[in-house]
């Protein structure tokens, strides 16, 4: 069966934004594949960072992928530097990618261009991506649209190295994306994605009083400035596809009419959101406080995972070095 791997930055509590476009999509292929989620936090050090820090978000990510859905049961869910072969295998690939081909990625010339010193860890990024996904031997990967670029230059490693070590007997299959539903949640300002750097988010672990405080003021459709126009659901580009992502299809249908009749103002429709909201986030926000509440049950879970991911990547490895005579004193 096809075998699943993504990988989340371990930037904190996750916002809504991670959990539309990511993780309510791998809660529900968990029952479908064979998967492996990451916590990517070798990836993280390449920006800068505090160690204290990284620990805390590391955790709190945990807390919140296990409170969304995340099933150890199911998948391995672990943190990435618990498996040390990621960073072989990058090492591995980095010998045979073409420094034009990572100086070509649009996300590096975008973070590179916001920093004043640029480390060879951002450059490399994606070749760690490709091992990542590799190590694992998997066929598919749930990414958003960003993410394409590098999943490509994954397939082209997966490639160069089956053609070179394994070409009787390929060990790498070429992984495929698979583009998330909800492809690009737009943050509460109705300008730019969802995103914690740019402090438009909504917490998935926020009360729902602070939820109310950051939609009462969301912008909608902005040609609608008083409550008797009518306006088009289709031109809010923050409550309409919200509803469309936690509001029973009921819901959506009763937004859509009372939107283009002027039957709700905006604050109506807000309220109807929060409402859908609260129902969705209120079992998770509880699962995060009893996980929260037993940090040694959630580092134990990691632990767990962090040993079952090891035993796949030492398998692939033990073939990259038979393959790459890297075995000579085995
Ligand atoms: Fe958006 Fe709802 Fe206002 Fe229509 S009524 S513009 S869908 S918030």
Redesign the pocket.
Known sequence: MARIFSGIQPSGELHIGNYLGAVKNWVALQHEHPAFFCIVNYHAITVPYTPEDLRRRTREMAVSLFAAGLDPARAVVFVQSDVPEHTELAWVFNTLTPLGELERQVQFKDKAGRQEQVMAGLLNYPVLQAADILLYLADIVPVGEDQVQHLELSRVIARNWNARFAPDAPLFPEPQPRLTPMRRIVGLDGQAKMSKSLGNTIGLLESPEAVWDKLRPAV??EQ?TRKRDP???E??RT??PL?KAFSTPAVVAE?EA??RSAG???I???KALHASMTAELAPIQARAADLAARPMAVDELLADGGQRARRVARETMAVVRDRMGLDASA
């Open positions: 909608t459709d609608r306006g088009e659901p031109r809010c409550v309409y509803h937004v009372n939107c709700w103002g905006c109506d429709c807000k």
